[in-house]
């Protein structure tokens, strides 16, 4: 089951269709569902050491077992969380500006909080 959301071919071909159609409504929106997709997992690849995902599936069920993990304080968590955190804010810094609209902007703010409560409550009580 979490194969399918977390797999980098599949984005790919999210990615490729959105291509394909681009001229029907929906088409831009599979491509950035799958731009979206593949970036996240480039993202998710090094920042999971216990609960490593299968990146490559269905051509492959390798799972990268990376030395960092983004929450497990055994394996530099509180680093993987501080730089998770350090790119958060510095998008929102980016991204608030450019907002036109107040739901936006606040939806975005929301997030950066959830982000900023979450990283500290790892450091008061670490997950692992």
Do not use: C
Request: proline share 5%; glycine share 10%.
């Amino acid at each position: 089951m979490f194969a399918v959301g977390n797999s980098m071919p599949l984005g790919l071909l999210g990615v490729a269709l959105g291509y394909a159609f681009r001229r029907v409504w929906a088409g831009p929106w599979i491509g950035f569902v799958g731009a979206s997709m593949v970036l996240h997992h480039l993202a998710d690849l090094p920042l999971h050491h216990d609960d490593a995902h299968q990146h490559f599936w269905p051509l492959s069920s390798f799972r990268f077992i990376s030395p960092v993990s983004y929450y497990d304080s055994d394996h530099f968590g509180l680093l993987g969380a501080t730089v998770e955190l350090v790119l958060v804010l510095a998008a929102t810094a980016y991204l608030l500006p450019r907002l036109n609209s107040v739901l936006s902007k606040g939806l975005l703010g929301v997030m950066a909080l959830v982000t900023i409560a979450g990283y500290f409550a790892l450091q008061i009580r670490p997950l692992v």
